[in-house]
Structures are given as structure tokens and as C-alpha cells.
């Protein structure tokens, strides 16, 4: 459980602060698909990684 919030603290991080697609963010961060990631992230974080960095982009203010 610590090394998946660990993969998961550091892709928030990826999708928040990097232009990067998101399938190479999943295959970078080690999770089987872009799918896999996604919900493993809304899980998390309540929000997919597209829909949060639309937030993020559209608000600099979030603390990333």
C-alpha cells in the first residue's frame, strides 16, 4: 500500500506539472494501462487524471 501511494503521489505530480500524454505517465509510473492508472488515481484523489489537470491547468493557484 505505501509503494502504490508513493507511484501515486508522484503521478499526481507528473499529470499536475508536465505536458507529458498520460499513457507515457502510466507506463513511466509502472501501471499496466492508462485505464489501470485512471482508476486507481480517481480512487484516490476523487477525480480521474484528465479531469484534474484540467483543474490544476486552469487554476495555478492548486498547490500541486
Same mark, same amino acid.
Request: overall charge positive; charged content about 20%; glycine content about 4%.
Given at each position: ?17 508536465? =505536458? ?7 507506463? =513511466?509510473? #509502472? ?14 484523489? #476523487? ?18
Amino acid at each position: 500500500a505505501e509503494i502504490l501511494h508513493f507511484r501515486l503521489e508522484h503521478t499526481k505530480r507528473l499529470v499536475s506539472s508536465t =505536458t507529458l500524454p498520460l499513457k507515457q505517465i502510466a507506463a =513511466t509510473m #509502472g501501471f499496466r494501462s492508462v485505464q489501470h492508472m485512471s482508476a486507481r488515481f480517481r480512487s484516490a484523489f #476523487g477525480k480521474p487524471p484528465a479531469a484534474y489537470r484540467r483543474i490544476v491547468t486552469a487554476s495555478p493557484s492548486i498547490v500541486r
